[in-house]
């Protein structure tokens, strides 16, 4: 076993070394660009023989992965924020053409005003366009599920976001426990492309134009791959148990199906959140933490049971659904409403904290497990908001 | 090479290709598919291509139809050049990895009595040769059709033709060949078991595959037998008072030699002292064993040292000294010449030295690199003669050539079956070379073949234009200039000419159309500094022909950009698509030139170049800038087309 100090940029990108990616197409954006340059140290140093891209956008970063991996190329990009944004309408491309790209994005705020710090926005408005989505804990988790989406995406040739959280993930350095490489690359084995643009002997036309009487059907088709993603996720995770001896679940359940009152939240904020939660809990208070990690597709019938005890869930998220709520807290309304088979419901609290990087203190999550606890509901929806 | 032809023949050709075919839905009188099928038909390699989305994507490609015979991928409207720039590295990416197989060489047995476009290679006693470098004085390796042996045989007379038909193209996994069509082609018959000649035409319109099969392998050969080697004698220096060597064993010999020609170096001469050492390096214990048991069987002390074997004597020194670096190493003639027994001997101290086995279902291939050239030739000869079927794979590592022949003893045949699709023509007009050779008339030929990449845009996809022009990716970006953007019902783009009405610049009351003349792609591209930029138009194809066979021929980035005369757009008739074509280029608003290298060419000059007014009346388009009371904007129409004209004519001086 081997431990290295890494920023959640470095395993990502020590992680794609390892799988020995054929293309990898780069823009830099903060904080994504400590993937970008990382990887592009192994290539200078010869450590990797992946063909690099360095394109004049996003646009045409994901442009050229479009391409490379129609062409029978295991391709990768990474991007953030406004560069995702950009890239925006080559997502659905990705997805409409079945290509199982893995594109790490180091969660940040988008413009205006522009900030460069950690929120959930640029990813959370991407979530209806045919890629699945993991959203990691820390460098370590970042790095596994690298590895873990690379193979998904392979199963399932569906496009997959790998999130970490911009700056506190991406640029902290941990020790992470790294695989052997060629474990790594015996899990992921050979890219087995559904096509491939440059068999000239069998000529293709790939992205061809649909009109009304052929479009839905190949939409549908899209659609029912994310049915399948559930059992492939399955597959894919005893592999990895057995090929690196850890467990992948779709979500982490911190105490949390044996609670009555439990906190949701992603990402990075549940390392804090988890400390509160043992605090209270030495206290004997009753609260746990579920953190998904499998976000697209949600998988409502399997978040059954981390909530089975549930009477109060508060739903902590780093994003807002201007006009509406922000999106986890409808995806756990729903699993509640149309899979929960208790007669009382639970309580369902939504709550908004730091937009563009404000930190939150584990005093606040602490105030807010509290008020729940003691039948008095923070009523402020926005944490750490000034007055 | 530039063709001259007719527009017949050109026509004749893009059938040929087809790489576009019929049922598109373009409208009438559009010259897309036209320009489509001119510019892919250009490339004598495989074509993929990537479209922006765009008039020739939404009328070719209306699912589940579509109109290409070649790849082609469409994502959305301004990536085409990033595409295209993901697909040639992934390209890149997996040819690096041997995923994908070609552009490597092939060899293979074919006829002479026919003539070979020039690059064709040919199997001399001193290695391959270009057939245009061939001369009356060298002696070429041929094949007895009876028995299948090789043999030598001298070349009488050398012929070189100026040739203009067609050239018959086979294109297998294991053979390549380019001929005239009344080149004899050699080919095996499965059932009276005989080589049978047949003309290359004849391959065109053969009805039974079953029948056309070109050898590849299996020669036979019967050497020269020796019974021992001796090295010369020379005068030892002082000091070495040795008893000069005595003739050695052949078989010994052999083996040692192939060894010593894949793993051993020399020492270097010292002034001071003197050192005759030869080694041969081997860490593997396998080959440390079987090397150690054919130098113990050589009349001479050895030692092993560290990672490799060393031997001190000034006579072998002397004699392996002629051999030089990896570089230049070679197997005497006197070698090559050995029976089977000897050869299959020094074949396999080759691989266990500098090559490697791989094991197939039904075949082994046995893989062996080298930096020499000659070394290359020399252990192709020696594996026809021991019956492979032999491929070679040549690249560029370290800046320098790198060759890796592979020998295959495929069980079930050797012979490469052809079928309808690897055999095609193309018309040719230039020199062609024929050896004419003493006996047996079959030759041993080498050539090779490759992929290249093709598309099609004008507005927003400029920026990724811009970027994969910038990194060099090896591709042509075409574009198809008409004039608007016509998919979605011409509205103004920056292609647009000045006093064009649009829908979103209508010519009315106080305006006579766009205000602002169209953008110069071409020059835009030419900043780049690429290797190749064109402007083409259709009612001269030939040209569009040639241009796209020099864009197609070039390494890196390659653009050509191409007058399409939109009926829609021109609000014209439609059969006038091609008459006002001409009418651009004759009035210098569409000049036909090129910048190669560096360097413009104006590709055509018009005697007396036409008034501007009499393009633009033929189009409604521009009927409001006709009117009387808009005098100044034609003239400052006239005035920005004869100005862009002599920007060209300077530029053409530099």
């Known amino acids: 076993m081997t431990r290295l100090g890494l920023t959640g940029g470095e395993a990502i990108a020590y992680a794609f070394k390892q799988i020995g990616v054929d293309v990898f197409s780069m823009y830099p954006i903060t904080p994504q660009t400590p993937i970008i340059e990382s990887f592009s140290r192994f290539v200078a140093n010869g450590e990797v023989d992946t063909e690099v891209i360095r394109t004049e956008s996003e646009h ?13 190329a295991r391709s990768v990009t990474a991007t953030s924020s406004q560069g995702l944004l950009y890239m925006f309408e080559m997502l659905s491309v990705a997805s409409g053409l079945r290509l199982p790209i893995v594109m790490p994005v180091a969660n940040r705020a988008i413009s205006a005003p522009i900030n460069i710090h950690c929120d ?87 992205g061809a134009l649909a009109l009304p009487d052929t479009y839905f059907e190949i939409r549908k088709e899209m659609f029912d791959a994310f049915l399948e993603v559930k059992s492939n996720y399955l597959s894919v995770a005893k592999d990895f148990k057995k090929s690196f001896g850890k467990e992948i679940n779709f979500y982490e359940d911190y105490f949390s199906s044996q609670s009555e009152t439990v906190l949701v939240v992603l990402s990075s904020t549940a390392q804090n959140a988890k400390n509160v939660v043992d605090k209270l809990r030495s206290q004997k208070k009753d609260v746990g933490l579920l953190r998904p990690i499998l ?39 729903l699993t509640i409403f149309n899979h929960s088979t208790t007669k009382e ?43 | 090479m530039l063709i001259n032809m007719n527009i017949k023949e050109l ?41 922006a989305t765009s008039c020739a994507e939404v009328t070719t490609t209306i699912y589940p139809q579509t109109s290409w015979n070649i790849p082609w991928i469409h994502s959305v409207f301004a990536n085409s050049a990033a595409t295209i720039s993901g697909i040639e590295t992934a390209y890149k990416a997996q040819k690096k990895k041997g995923k994908i197989k070609k552009d490597i060489n092939f ?62 193209k086979v294109n297998h996994n294991w053979v390549h060949f380019d001929v005239t069509l009344e080149h004899n082609v050699p080919v095996y018959n499965k059932f009276n078991k005989k080589v049978e000649v047949i003309k290359a035409k004849q391959l065109l319109n053969y009805g ?28 030892y220096s002082k000091g070495h008072n040795r008893e000069p060597l005595s003739k050695i064993p052949i078989d010994v010999w052999v083996e040692f030699l192939g060894y010593w020609l894949s793993e051993g170096h020399l020492s270097i001469k010292s002034k001071t002292r003197n050192v005759y050492s030869t080694f041969i390096s081997q860490t593997k214990k396998s080959g440390i064993d079987k090397i150690k048991s054919c130098l113990l069987k050589l009349p001479l002390n050895h030692w092993y040292s560290q990672d490799r074997f060393i031997i001190s004597n000034q006579q072998l020194w002397t004699y392996l000294k002629q051999f030089g670096k990896a570089k230049d190493k070679f197997i005497p003639s006197e070698i090559k010449n050995l029976p089977k027994k000897q050869l299959q001997t020094l074949f396999d101290a080759l691989i266990l030295g500098d090559g490697t086995i791989v094991n197939y279902k039904d075949c082994k291939a046995y893989r062996f690199t080298t930096i020499s050239k000659q070394l290359k030739d020399d252990f192709i000869e020696v594996s026809l003669k021991l019956g492979y079927r032999t491929h070679l794979d040549s690249r560029t590592r370290k800046n320098r050539p790198e060759y890796t022949v592979i020998a295959y003893d495929y069980k079930p045949t050797t012979l490469a079956n052809l079928r309808k699709s690897h055999i095609t023509s193309y018309n040719y007009n230039g020199k062609i070379y024929c050896p004419e050779l003493r006996k047996n008339h079959i030759l041993i030929i080498e050539k090779d073949g490759r992929i290249s990449l093709n598309m099609n845009s004008f507005d927003i996809g400029l920026q990724a234009l811009s970027g994969a022009l910038e990194r060099g990716h090896d591709f042509v970006f075409l574009c198809y200039d008409n004039e608007g953007y016509m998919n979605t019902g011409n509205q103004r783009s920056s292609a647009t000419p000045k006093g064009a009405s649009t829908t979103t610049t209508p010519s009315g009351s106080s305006s006579f159309g766009k205000m602002e003349f169209s953008k110069d792609l071409v020059k835009i591209a030419m900043a780049h500094n690429v290797p190749y930029v064109a402007q083409a138009n259709t009612h001269n194809l030939i040209d569009l022909y040639n241009k796209a066979q020099k864009a197609f021929s070039k390494k890196g980035p390659a653009v050509i950009v191409v007058f399409a005369a939109c009926p829609t757009n021109m609000k014209a008739p439609s059969e006038q698509t091609i008459a006002i074509s001409k009418l651009a280029t004759e009035s210098n608003f569409w000049p036909l030139y090129e910048y190669e290298d560096g360097k413009l060419t104006i590709n055509y000059k018009p005697e007396k170049r036409i008034a501007i007014e009499e393009f633009l009346k033929t189009q409604t388009k521009f009927k409001e ?30």
Not at chain 1, 297 to 321: D, H
Not at chain 2, 631 to 652: C, Y
Request: charged share 25%.
């Open chain 1, 60 to 72: 045409s970063a994901l442009s050229a992965t479009i391409g490379a991996c129609a062409s029978g």
């Open chain 1, 120 to 206: 959930h926005s640029d990813s959370m408005s991407a979530l209806d366009q045919g890629w699945m989505q993991v959203y990691c804990e820390n460098a370590q988790e970042a790095y596994e599920m690298t590895i873990f989406s690379q193979k998904l995406s392979e199963k399932c040739y569906l496009p997959i976001m790998v999130c970490i959280d911009g700056f506190f993930t991406s640029h902290n350095l941990i020790p992470v426990t790294v695989f052997e490489d060629k474990k790594v690359k015996d899990f992921v084995g050979e890219f087995k492309p559904a096509y491939n643009l440059l068999d000239t002997d069998k000529p293709i036309t790939v």
């Open chain 1, 295 to 333: 976000y697209r597709p949600f998988l409502y019938e399997e978040y059954i049971k981390p909530l089975s005890k549930a009477k109060n869930i508060i739903v902590l998220e780093r994003s807002e659904g201007p006009g509406s709520f922000s999106p986890v807290y409808k995806d756990i309304v």
């Open chain 1, 345 to 387: 419901k639970p309580n369902i609290y939504s709550h908004v904290f730091g937009l563009g990087g404000r930190e939150i203190s584990e005093k606040e999550i602490e105030e807010l497990l509290l008020s729940v606890l003691n039948k008095k509901p923070i009523k402020k929806r926005y944490i750490g908001i000034k007055e």
């Open chain 2, 11 to 51: 026509a004749k050709r893009i059938d040929e290709k087809n790489t576009m075919v019929f049922g598109h839905r373009t409208c009438a009188g559009c010259p897309i598919a036209i320009i489509c099928r001119t510019v892919t038909s250009a490339s004598d390699k495989p074509v993929v291509c990537s479209s």
């Open chain 2, 107 to 168: 060899l293979v047995i074919a006829g002479d009595g026919g003539c070979y476009i020039p690059k064709t290679k040919i199997l001399t006693t001193n290695g391959f040769k270009n057939v245009e470098d061939l001369t009356a004085k060298d002696i070429v390796w041929s094949v007895n059709p009876n028995n299948l042996n090789l043999e030598t045989s001298e070349i009488i007379k050398m012929h070189k033709y100026d040739y203009k038909d067609k050239i018959v």
């Open chain 2, 208 to 235: 039974r595959s079953d029948k056309i099969n070109i050898i590849c392998g299996d020669l036979n050969w019967v050497g020269k037998t020796e019974k021992y080697f001796v090295l010369p004698t020379i005068n």
């Open chain 2, 625 to 654: 800038v006709l009117k009387p009371k808009n005098k100044e904007i034609l003239k400052s129409i006239q005035e920005e087309v004869d100005k862009r004209f002599n920007d060209l004519l300077k530029l053409e001086k530099l």
